[in-house]
């Protein structure tokens, strides 16, 4: 379980976030627009992703979203696998290890 697939940054405001990160930086991407609704950078290993961050605490809970200034910082870290049964297997390993599964 040794890997992130994907780091999400929820961002106030995407077009100045791809302006840093793309224009700026030089991540790489294939989004050539300058407002997308989304973005994945790509890196060796691990894709870093750019959403609003409105509707990355939608994503996590579309009923009860988490507070942005109450303590939610904006950030999700994705560990993706090739199947259900890997996903129950990875839960079960992050609840025994403490983790709290919501």
């Known amino acids: 379980m040794n890997r992130v697939s994907i780091i999400c940054l929820g961002v106030r405001d995407m077009e100045a976030s791809v302006k840093f ?8 991407t294939d989004v050539t ?3 997308p609704h989304i973005v ?10 750019l959403f609003p961050i409105q509707e990355l605490a939608k994503d996590i809970d579309d009923v009860n979203p988490p507070a942005i200034r109450e303590g939610f910082s904006g950030i999700t870290l994705a560990y993706n696998v090739d199947s259900k049964a890997k996903v129950e297997e990875v839960i079960e390993l992050a609840r025994k290890a403490g983790g709290i599964i919501v």
Do not use: M
């Open 40 to 49: 994945f950078f790509n890196s060796y290993g691990t894709k870093l992703e």
């Open 21 to 28: 990160y793309r224009d700026g930086l030089g991540f790489v």
């Open 33 to 35: 627009e300058n407002n």
